[in-house]
């Protein structure tokens, strides 16, 4: 599976938007771009995930450049609750296992 | 959504006991559960993938006869430490492939082990 790149961290105030960056340049026709975050000492949480096209849920919304070589998870509105470790992970459509980078620790601040 | 329990949700043992940790998908089946580990400020380190019905793969360096793993069942993966040790000391997160289409994985609330 191809590797991402991620900043270690970002803040974002309370109310705004948070636009979470990744970078994955060797990623293959097939291989998905997944995001999950993990709030300190609890498991991860599934976000959202796409392959080409922009995707959004009651969570985020994941903006995916044409040559899908990086991507842009949106939080429309932060709150303290979405302080958290966030993790883009890039898997392939017939592979099973996520591996986890470092992530980027999130900081919304009041 | 997908809900993935743990139990129990922390542990301490005396070294050389052993240790079970079970995982559960409470309100659907899966065939496949994977367990991590994760130290201090680090990330999740998949340890191993596991099968209802057969038995475990493991990543490569995880020691299969330390740490057992048994998928008996659709609902049910059980993480066994052998003869823990205070370096097994960590938090022991599974998770399971979800009932859609897409093979996201769903976490349990993970579990915190400390051997002392």
């Known amino acids: 599976d191809a590797k991402t790149t991620q900043p270690p961290s970002m803040d974002c105030a309370e109310g705004r938007a948070a636009n979470l960056p990744c970078n994955h340049s060797?990623?293959?026709?097939?291989?998905?771009v997944y995001w999950y975050r993990q709030i300190h000492s609890q498991g991860p949480q599934y976000i959202i995930h796409g392959l080409k096209n922009n995707e959004t849920n009651e969570m985020a919304s994941l903006i995916i450049t044409e040559d899908r070589k990086s991507s842009t998870l949106i939080l429309p509105h932060a709150t303290l609750r979405d302080t958290a470790v966030y993790y883009c992970i890039v898997k392939g459509g017939g592979s099973e296992k996520l591996v986890f980078g470092k992530g980027m620790k999130l900081t919304v601040n009041p | 959504g997908a809900v993935v329990s743990q139990h129990p949700s922390w542990v301490i043992c005396k070294s050389g006991t052993s240790v079970k940790i079970e995982c559960r998908s409470l309100?659907?089946?899966?065939?496949?559960m994977f367990w991590y580990r994760q130290f201090p400020k680090q990330s999740l380190m998949l340890m191993a993938t596991?099968?209802?019905?057969?038995?475990?793969?493991?990543e490569q360096g995880v020691e299969k006869d330390k740490f057992l793993i048994n998928h008996a069942s659709l609902t049910l993966s059980t993480l066994t430490v052998t003869s823990a040790h205070p370096e097994d000391s960590s938090f022991y997160i599974c998770?399971?492939?979800?009932?859609?289409?897409?093979?996201?994985?769903?976490f349990g609330p993970g579990t915190r082990l400390t051997v002392l």
């Open positions: 060797t990623i293959s026709g097939n291989e998905y």
């Open positions: 309100d659907f089946q899966a065939t496949t």
């Open positions: 998770s399971a492939i979800g009932p859609s289409s897409y093979n996201e994985q769903f």
């Open positions: 596991s099968n209802e019905g057969s038995k475990a793969t493991y």
